[in-house]
């Protein structure tokens, strides 16, 4: 993400020479070793487990996985909430940044505070405060009850809309900021210059404005999607069971069944679909300006 | 940009990345309810030290050693510590440090890596057969008086140190008046309007109270006919609010979001009188069952650890716990206090009790989980 580009600002000139680079480059090194004992390793060694528990699996594991209607249907719910999640995110994301994009810079503050507060908080207790809002006996329905304008608690939970609202709300920054990043680079001169041509406003958000945000919203997609495939706390609370979503069923086996195997392959399925989604996404956008938009002009 | 945006926007990016890592894992872990006003002498262990020295009165314990104890954590814990772990280190000089988190996976995942680091656990009654013999050491029965143990609740690997029940619970203020007498009520929407809590769990008695209900005998669930529960559960679905875990069966029916619900005897009794919710226990057709204590293999303290264990399952000692939480002994001859009496499960028990074959659940696991999880999520 941007963070390395962020100390540099006074100095970013000379940032960018490669014999600074060279020399700072030492700094990377923790990290590096970081992600190779931790995360990669790790990630080799669930993959190989995959193919060899039980011994000699082979690609049993992956062929329980794929005749198993459950398992099956399942992955589907994750791509297809995953996938309603970001919409919902862009439709509000979208106009949010915008808002941000187009206000004094200190309302523009203001705005960056409301979609990050929540943020602050830790996603269960979010979670758990959506439940409380929306069940049977929750705020909303205990309201419109006392006012006599329902008379049957509205289904809010244990449904997809449920798992939707909790959703979108945890991973809205994670459209908004990138978009906004976006936005802010776009130089406010382009639409001057289409409207001192004749354009309307709209004409000059439609043909001006809004391709050049592309990136952002593309930047903005492709994160929230991939981390909505990765929900599993949400969904088991704010949904059915018919919203199960992948990683509910990879920590089912690991934890509940012991069948390792059968987790470690759910686990490297949702990881190549995954990079699946990712390499078909490259082919719309950079990746590079999704994950390392560090070139913002400050 | 202002020298403040660019302040907020930094903040902005440290805090998307720590959100990243938050959004991912963990599992939910509801509050457990805090106990009420308990008695504070734990009564069970002070058997007069001049008897034979046995193991249920003066074990041979190694005074200094320390065990660790894992089991399920909150209320439940915290009376198996004032009943057992307590009174045990004051009788032996035995230390015990604690885990809150038992799980089957961690006890594989110990004996697998070699760093055995529990050395007596809790375990549900999914866990401890001859399947997990690998994970598990083989109880020492020149020590545990096996014959005292409610049969069916011993084997090999594990033994019993608590019973409870998986009961139907509701709400008294939501019945009109009439009291469920049984699963068939539980499936009875007319009758009882309103949604149902269950367990989601396919071996946590789904099947065995929707076979009940349609009339299978309690005697008679096994092998569970599973198509056939699935038909009577499907008459429910929509209605049914899964739980994961004990402390959410208990604000689900405190709540009052359900009207009813299969939960753990101890859960419902807390919801009653520690959070003085309307809440009863219909005990007919409740499922007898046990949390059982078992030895992950390799443990380097393991003499020490049967040493406890057999002390736990004493006459004596077994039903401490009891006093805290209404979760009760598991040796015939133990004598739970009088006024705990009604609220445990083995003192309920009559000709509609259903028991768990914790065999064959286990043996078929794989199977049964499979077609919960196809039923539950369509």
Known sequence: MAVQGRPAARTGRRWRSGLRINRWAWLAFPTIVLLVVFFLAPLVLMAIRSVTDPPNAGLSNYQTFFVSEADVRVLGNTFYIAAISTVVCLVI????????????????????????????????????????????????NSLLMSWGIISQPLALIRNTLGVILGMSQILLPFMVLPLYAVMRRIDPDYTQAAANLGASPAKAFRRVFLPLSLPGVAAGTLLVFVLALGFYITPTILGSPRETMISRFIADQIQQRLDWGLGTAMAVILMILTFVALALASRAVRLRDVFGSAEDGA | MKPWSRTIFSTVVVSLLVGACSSGGGTPVPGTASPATQPSVPAASQAPASAAADVCTAPN????????????????????????????????????????????????????????????????????????????????????????????????????????????????????????????????????????????????????????????????????????AIKKLDTIKDKLVFWPGGAKSQELIGSGEVTMSLMWNGRAWSAKNLDNKPVAIQWNQQILTADYLVVPKGTPNKDEAMKFIAWATCAQNNAAPSQFIPYGPTNKNSKPQADKVPDLAVSNVNDTTAYFDDKYLIDNAKSIDDQYNAWKTK
């Not at chain 2, 089957?104 to 013999?133: H, P, Y």
């Not at chain 2, 050491?137 to 014959?147: A, T, V």
């Not at chain 2, 608590?162 to 699963?183: E, F, M």
């Not at chain 2, 929707?210 to 005998?217: E, I, K, N, Q, S």
């Open chain 2, 61 to 228: 314990a190694k005074s200094g050693t320390t065990l660790t104890f894992a089991s399920y954590g909150g209320v439940y814990q915290k009376a198996q510590r004032q009943g057992w772990l307590d009174p045990y280190s004051k009788l032996t000089g035995v230390k015990f440090t604690e885990s809150e988190d038992s799980a089957n996976a961690t006890i594989k995942a110990q004996v697998e890596s070699g760093q055995v680091t529990w050395d007596v656990v809790d375990v549900g009654n999914d866990f401890g057969l001859d399947s997990n013999s690998n994970v598990l050491e083989p109880l020492d029965f020149s020590l545990i008086h096996k014959d005292e143990i409610l049969p069916g609740f011993v084997g090999t690997y594990r033994v019993a140190d608590i019973t409870y029940g998986v009961v139907l619970a509701y709400r008294t203020d939501k019945t009109n008046g009439q009291t469920p007498q049984g699963w068939a009520d539980f499936f009875d929407l007319t009758k009882f309007p309103g949604k149902r809590g269950m367990y989601d769990y396919s071996a946590g008695g789904i099947f065995e109270i929707a076979l009940m209900a349609d009339g299978v005998a309690p005697k008679s669930l096994y092998p569970l006919d599973i198509p056939r």
């Open chain 1, 93 to 140: 994301g979208y106009p949010y940044a915008y808002l941000m994009h187009v206000v004094r810079p200190r309302i523009a503050g203001l705005l960056l505070i409301a979609v990050l507060v929540p943020f602050w908080s830790s996603l269960l207790v979010r979670t758990f405060a959506w439940e409380v809002i929306l069940r049977d006996t929750g705020v909303i």
